[in-house]
């Protein structure tokens, strides 16, 4: 410690190492995420300081009484499920910024404390805008976590009743719910450097089953012209909530990203009666066009394949019985 | 010290070893090669300023905020929520500190440390508490240390006291995983 001592103060180092160390540090970080992740994170940095958009709807009664299937889009790919009395909701993202560092655009539709209790939270994968600590401490406790395999390692204690791990078709009953994983096409990892090591784990989609009613939960998820026809073959679903952005103007979207295109691929593969389209509109997606465009595209799609009474398109806040 | 070194770095080894399944993966072989690559740090106290290249090693880790169907100890390979959802930890380190160029010096230290979560689970900000000796040209020091972290554990504020003679540090740490 001596010899620390007598070395001179070296000031100009003080001022610039710090400032230089923070731009390695964020360039290292980007470096290791995908294209599309450091557009996400350019953006929105530019971003702050610039107010957030209300919801154009907010769901004042998330329980409703007397329904089959109802669906309320949150934001983002969070969604509100009831089935009869049975109450599930995917990916929630309720917080003002996912991943400390995106703010979202528009807030969520759904005020938590309105929800008296959840029966099954679903997470499709640990990216955190799908796998938000603060959102999952606002919600209710008294029902079960679903989780995909690997993302156990990543869970922190919320004090849910119980939490499962699912691998891709793995199944759990409680009472009369059967909630079944199933296999889609994306990428996992939380940190940047474990999406190394989480490559055929850490993301999945669901079917939930109950009293007659089936619902699909892609999550996030790319095109496979396989794994959503088996998923068709298993099970008959009445609602497929697929997402529909990011993803190119033409063509079926990247491997782990669906256009609308390639959205409206998955809804036929899978066989549904309706699709409600996500993943859109919330955030930047990674393109400057007009936030609805994957929307306004999808519908056009599907008017031009005869589908379009089947596409359930709600506000940010909007709710839907279907039966 | 050489000997608690290596002592924690075998412990490490096999508890990790032992801690290897098949839901993460091969977690190790990715993870060992990226630890050759030094974290930065930038250290400032009233005597002199300058930064530099640790390398960190986590023999064991307690983590109390983690759900309750994992083993709550970790070895080498800990994720960001087990950290900063709560823990204690020791963990050791080897240093080249470089205040101007050609004045560079080796030191290693052990350290004990406690996070506690204050946002987002501590993903966003979490508290650290602990102690740490430092060993630079046969010479050891004791500091009491507290700071923050913050950006998923990536970005580390420290400020180290020791007495006799008072000497405060404050240092920017970087680490990745």
């Not at chain 1, 390692?153 to 719910?177: A, L, N, S």
């Amino acid at each position: 410690m001596d010899r620390l001592t007598r070395i001179p103060h070296l000031l100009m180092m003080t001022l610039r190492l710090p400032v230089l160390a923070l731009l390695a540090s964020l360039m290292l970080m980007l470096s290791s995420c995908s294209s599309y992740v450091q557009r996400i994170v350019v953006r929105s940095i530019g971003r702050i300081g610039e107010p957030i958009d209300p919801a154009p709807k907010m769901i004042t009664t998330p329980i409703l009484e007397n329904t089959k299937l109802a669906v309320s889009w949150v934001g983002h790919a969070t969604v509100l499920i009831q089935i009869h009395e049975k109450v599930f909701i995917t990916d929630p993202l309720l917080t003002s910024a996912m991943g400390m560092l995106v703010k979202r655009y528009v807030e969520p539709g759904l005020n938590p404390a309105l929800l008296p209790r959840v029966d099954f939270t679903l997470i499709s994968h640990i990216h955190f805008d799908h796998f938000s600590y603060g959102s999952l401490d606002m919600l209710p406790k008294n029902g079960t976590l679903a989780i995909p395999l690997g993302a156990l390692r990543y869970t922190p204690d919320f004090g849910f009743k119980d939490i499962k791990e699912m691998k891709p078709w793995d199944m759990i009953e409680e009472e009369g719910v059967q909630i079944t994983a199933v296999p889609v096409q994306h990428f996992s990892g939380r940190y940047g450097l474990d999406n190394a090591w989480m490559t055929d784990l850490g993301y999945t989609g669901y079917v939930i089953e109950y009293r007659g009613y089936a619902v699909f939960f892609a999550g996030d998820t790319g095109y496979h012209p396989e794994l959503f026809k088996e998923i068709g073959r298993r099970f008959k679903i009445d609602l497929a909530i697929v997402p529909i952005a990011p993803g190119s103007s033409s063509g079926l979207g990247s491997r782990v990203h669906t256009s609308p295109l390639g959205a409206l691929e998955i809804f036929k593969d899978v066989g549904a009666r309706y699709m409600l389209p996500m993943h859109y509109r919330t955030m930047f997606y990674g393109s400057d066009s007009n936030p609805s465009e994957p929307i306004d595209h999808l519908r056009r799609a599907a008017a031009d394949q005869g589908l379009l009474e089947r596409i359930i398109g709600l506000e940010i806040g909007e709710q839907r019985i279907l039966f | 010290m050489k000997r608690l070194l290596i002592a924690f770095a075998f412990f490490g080894v096999v508890a990790s070893a032992r801690a290897q399944d098949s839901a993460t993966g091969n977690r190790f072989g990715v993870w060992f090669p990226f630890q050759l690559i030094p974290n930065l740090t930038l250290y400032s106290s009233s005597a002199q300023s300058g930064f530099g290249f640790e390398w960190e090693v986590t023999p064991l880790l307690y983590s109390f905020g983690m759900n309750k169907q994992i083993s709550p100890w970790y070895s080498l390979i800990v994720e960001p929520t087990a950290r900063f959802t709560g823990s204690i930890e020791l963990n050791a380190a080897g240093q080249i500190f470089t205040t101007k160029l050609g004045n560079s010096y080796f030191a290693y230290s052990g350290h004990v440390m406690a996070y506690v979560p204050l946002i987002e689970r501590g993903e966003h900000l979490s508290l650290n508490l602990g102690a740490a000796i430092y060993r630079v040209a046969d010479q050891s020091r004791v500091f009491k240390v507290a700071g923050i972290s913050t950006i998923f554990g990536i970005a580390h504020f420290n400020i180290k006291h020791s007495p006799n003679p008072t000497t405060w540090i404050g240092s920017l740490e970087f680490r990745i995983f």
